[in-house]
C-alpha cells in the first residue's frame, strides 16, 4: 500500500554520522548540500558505515530494545519489576497487552528507520568512491546491516513502510508492505551482499559483516518466509567456507576473553569505559552490573519460573549437558539464579564490555537442520550441538516430534541471546506455547490473547491519517 506524501523535517547529515536520538522521525532527510560534501573518500564512507553499525549497537536495538520486545516476550524471562509505575511497560510487552503510545516500541521502531536511512545513503552515495575493492565492502556491509534491520521490524511488526532510497526531499512517499514483501527484498539484497563481503577480517576490522555472516541471515530469512531450500543453499555456504567451527567447551564460549572466537559468525562490538560504547547485558541478566541487582530498573528481567531446572534436567539421554547450572546458569552470593553466560566486570553500571553475538556457528548447524527437516543429515548437525555440550546424540527414535526437539535444542543453546520469540513465530507454535506457559495461564491469557505482532508506534499512525494501517490488538 503507497501511503501519502507526508513532510519531515530536514536534518544536516552530520547528525547521521552522531549518536542516535530518540526524537528522531522516521525517514527524516537529509541535506543535500552536506551529503554532496561528505561522501567522497573511504575514510568518509569507513565513517559512515561506522554510524550504521553504531545504531545496529545502540540501545533502541541490540544493546536493549531487543533484549525487551524478543526475549522478555517468550517464555525464557519475564518482567521482574512488578506491573506498576515504570514497570508497566515492561509487565505489559510479558502480558501482550502493550499500548502503541509506549516508548518502548517508538524508540525501536524509530532506531531502526535511522540505521535504514544511514544506509540507504551510502547505498545512493557508494559511486562516488573510485576504489572499488572498498565501495564493494561497504555496499555489502550497508546491505547487511539494512537487512537485519528490516528483519527485526518484520518479526516484531509484519506490515511496515519499505524505504530503499536516501531521503533527501521534505516531502517522501512510504509504502506500508506486507512482511513476506519485506523478507523478499531483504533476501535479495543478501544474495547480493555475501557476494561482496570478504570471508573474514583482521586486526581492527575485526566484528564488521563478512560473507557468513549475510549468508547466516539470509538463511534465517529465507526459513522466516517459509523456503527451506534456499535457506539451506545459503547456510551450507557457511559451512562448506571453512571459516567456523564450534568451541571444543561451551564455557570457552563466554567471558570477554573469548569474544571474536572461531563459533563467531557475526556479533556486534561493544567497549567499556566511559565512552557511550559499553554493552548492558550484565546488568540485564547477573548480579555484577552495578545496578542493584538483575535488571534493576533499566529492564528488570528474571529467568521464568523452573527455566533453570529445564537446563538443567537429564534431556533424553544428557546427563552431562553444560548448558544447565554452571554453564549456563550460576547462582549469586544471595541464592538466586542469574545467566552465567553475561558474567563480566563492568566498568560502571551499563558500561560492559560483553559483546552480543548475532549469529553463532552452532547456530547455522541448528538452522540447517531445520531446513533439511527430518532426517539423517539434519539429526547429525543437531548431535553436533549437542556433543560439544556434552549431551547424548538423538535420533528419529527419540521421543518427541523432530520440531519439538530441535525448538527445544534452541532454546537450550541460546537462553538469553534474543533468539526464542523470533523461534516460537517461525515454527508456528507461540501461541500454544505462550499461553501454555504458567505466568500467563494464571494471569487468565488464552491462545487468542497471545499477539503475533507489536502495535504501531500511534506517532507513525498519527503522522498518515487514513494511511497507515494498524496492527490488530
Given at each position: 500500500?503507497k501511503?501519502?506524501?507526508?513532510?519531515?523535517?530536514?536534518?544536516?547529515?552530520?547528525?547521521?554520522?552522531?549518536?542516535?536520538?530518540?526524537?528522531?522521525?522516521?525517514?527524516?532527510?537529509i541535506?543535500?548540500?552536506?551529503?554532496?560534501?561528505?561522501?567522497?573518500?573511504?575514510?568518509?564512507f569507513d565513517?559512515?558505515?561506522?554510524?550504521?553499525y553504531?545504531?545496529?549497537?545502540?540501545?533502541?536495538?541490540?544493546?536493549?530494545s531487543?533484549?525487551?520486545?524478543?526475549?522478555?516476550?517468550?517464555?525464557?524471562?519475564?518482567?521482574?519489576?512488578?506491573?506498576?509505575?515504570?514497570?508497566?511497560?515492561?509487565?505489559?510487552?510479558?502480558?501482550?497487552?502493550?499500548?502503541?503510545t509506549?516508548?518502548?516500541?517508538?524508540?525501536?521502531?524509530?532506531?531502526?528507520y535511522?540505521?535504514?536511512?544511514?544506509?540507504?545513503l551510502?547505498?545512493?552515495?557508494?559511486?562516488?568512491?573510485?576504489?572499488?575493492?572498498?565501495?564493494?565492502?561497504?555496499r555489502?556491509?550497508?546491505?547487511?546491516?539494512?537487512?537485519?534491520?528490516?528483519?527485526?521490524?518484520?518479526?516484531?511488526?509484519?506490515?511496515?513502510?519499505?524505504?530503499?532510497e536516501?531521503?533527501?526531499?521534505?516531502?517522501?512517499?512510504?509504502?506500508?508492505?506486507?512482511?513476506?514483501?519485506?523478507?523478499?527484498?531483504?533476501?535479495?539484497?543478501?544474495?547480493?551482499a555475501?557476494?561482496?563481503?570478504?570471508?573474514?577480517?583482521s586486526?581492527?576490522?575485526?566484528?564488521?559483516?563478512?560473507?557468513?555472516?549475510?549468508?547466516a541471515?539470509?538463511?534465517?530469512?529465507?526459513?522466516?518466509?517459509?523456503?527451506?531450500?534456499?535457506?539451506a543453499d545459503?547456510?551450507?555456504?557457511?559451512?562448506?567456507?571453512?571459516?567456523?567451527?564450534?568451541?571444543?567447551?561451551?564455557?570457552?564460549?563466554?567471558?570477554?576473553?573469548?569474544?571474536?572466537?572461531?563459533?563467531?559468525?557475526?556479533?556486534?562490538?561493544?567497549?567499556?569505559?566511559?565512552t557511550?560504547?559499553?554493552?548492558?547485558?550484565?546488568d540485564?541478566?547477573?548480579?555484577?552490573?552495578?545496578?542493584?541487582?538483575?535488571?534493576?530498573?533499566?529492564?528488570?528481567?528474571?529467568?521464568?519460573?523452573?527455566?533453570?531446572?529445564i537446563?538443567?534436567?537429564?534431556?533424553?539421554?544428557?546427563?552431562?549437558?553444560a548448558?544447565?547450572?554452571?554453564?549456563?546458569?550460576?547462582?549469586?552470593?544471595?541464592?538466586?539464579?542469574?545467566v552465567?553466560?553475561?558474567?563480566?566486570?563492568p566498568?560502571?553500571?551499563?558500561?560492559a564490555?560483553?559483546?552480543?553475538?548475532?549469529?553463532?556457528?552452532?547456530?547455522?548447524?541448528l538452522?540447517?537442520?531445520?531446513?533439511?527437516?527430518?532426517?539423517?543429515e539434519?539429526?547429525?548437525?543437531?548431535?553436533?550441538?549437542?556433543?560439544?555440550?556434552?549431551?547424548?546424540?538423538?535420533?528419529?527414535?527419540?521421543?518427541?516430534?523432530?520440531?519439538?526437539?530441535?525448538?527445544?535444542?534452541?532454546?537450550?543453546?541460546?537462553?538469553?541471546?534474543?533468539?526464542?520469540?523470533?523461534?516460537?513465530?517461525?515454527?508456528?507454535?507461540?501461541?500454544?506455547?505462550?499461553?501454555?506457559?504458567e505466568?500467563?495461564?494464571?494471569a487468565?491469557?488464552?491462545?487468542?490473547?497471545?499477539?503475533?505482532?507489536?502495535?504501531?508506534?500511534?506517532?507513525?499512525?498519527?503522522?498518515?491519517?487514513?494511511?497507515m494501517?494498524?496492527?490488530?490488538?
Open positions: 500500500m501511503l501519502r506524501t507526508r513532510a519531515i523535517l530536514t536534518l544536516p547529515v552530520v547528525f547521521l554520522l552522531s549518536a542516535c536520538s530518540e526524537d528522531f522521525t522516521l525517514l527524516s532527510p541535506s543535500e548540500r552536506n551529503v554532496e560534501a561528505f561522501y567522497q573518500t573511504p575514510t568518509d565513517v559512515a558505515i561506522n554510524g550504521a553504531a545504531t545496529l549497537a545502540s540501545n533502541g536495538a541490540y544493546n536493549r531487543y533484549v525487551l520486545l524478543h526475549e522478555m516476550r517468550s517464555d525464557n524471562t519475564m518482567n521482574g519489576g512488578g506491573a506498576t509505575g515504570l514497570a508497566e511497560v515492561f509487565h505489559r510487552i510479558a502480558h501482550f497487552s502493550e499500548l502503541s509506549q516508548e518502548e516500541l517508538s524508540v525501536p521502531w524509530t532506531t531502526a535511522q540505521g535504514i536511512a544511514r544506509t540507504n551510502i547505498l545512493d552515495r557508494i559511486d562516488n568512491l573510485e576504489d572499488q575493492n572498498v565501495a564493494s565492502r561497504i555489502g556491509e550497508a546491505l547487511f546491516i539494512r537487512s537485519l534491520f528490516y528483519y527485526h521490524l518484520g518479526v516484531l511488526w509484519g506490515n511496515v513502510p519499505l524505504q530503499l536516501a531521503v533527501t526531499s521534505p516531502n517522501v512517499e512510504v509504502n506500508q508492505v506486507s512482511a513476506d514483501v519485506v523478507y523478499t527484498q531483504i533476501a535479495e539484497d543478501l544474495e547480493t555475501q557476494g561482496l563481503l570478504p570471508a573474514s577480517y586486526g581492527a576490522d575485526v566484528g564488521r559483516a563478512t560473507s557468513g555472516a549475510a549468508n541471515l539470509l538463511g534465517l530469512v529465507y526459513l522466516t518466509n517459509g523456503q527451506s531450500a534456499p535457506a545459503a547456510l551450507r555456504r557457511v559451512v562448506s567456507s571453512g571459516q567456523y567451527s564450534l568451541v571444543p567447551n561451551y564455557a570457552d564460549l563466554w567471558g570477554v576473553a573469548n569474544e571474536n572466537n572461531a563459533e563467531s559468525v557475526f556479533e556486534l562490538q561493544y567497549k567499556a569505559g566511559g557511550g560504547t559499553g554493552s548492558q547485558f550484565t540485564y541478566y547477573t548480579p555484577f552490573g552495578g545496578s542493584g541487582g538483575v535488571g534493576a530498573g533499566n529492564a528488570p528481567q528474571v529467568l521464568s519460573p523452573g527455566i533453570d531446572e537446563h538443567s534436567m537429564q534431556y533424553m539421554m544428557a546427563e552431562n549437558d548448558r544447565g547450572m554452571g554453564g549456563t546458569f550460576a547462582v549469586s552470593d544471595e541464592g538466586n539464579v542469574y552465567k553466560k553475561w558474567e563480566s566486570i566498568f560502571a553500571q551499563a558500561d564490555d560483553n559483546n552480543f553475538p548475532v549469529f553463532r556457528y552452532a547456530d547455522v548447524l538452522m540447517l537442520a531445520e531446513a533439511l527437516g527430518e532426517g539423517g539434519a539429526y547429525g548437525l543437531i548431535n553436533q550441538v549437542r556433543a560439544r555440550a556434552g549431551a547424548s546424540p538423538i535420533d528419529a527414535g527419540t521421543p518427541g516430534t523432530f520440531q519439538e526437539k530441535l525448538l527445544f535444542e534452541r532454546q537450550l543453546e541460546f537462553i538469553t541471546e534474543g533468539k526464542r520469540w523470533a523461534d516460537l513465530l517461525r515454527f508456528g507454535v507461540a501461541q500454544p506455547v505462550m499461553s501454555s506457559f505466568p500467563l495461564r494464571a487468565g491469557l488464552s491462545a487468542g490473547d497471545i499477539r503475533l505482532v507489536y502495535p504501531i508506534p500511534q506517532r507513525e499512525i498519527d503522522v498518515s491519517p487514513g494511511e494501517v494498524q496492527n490488530p490488538g
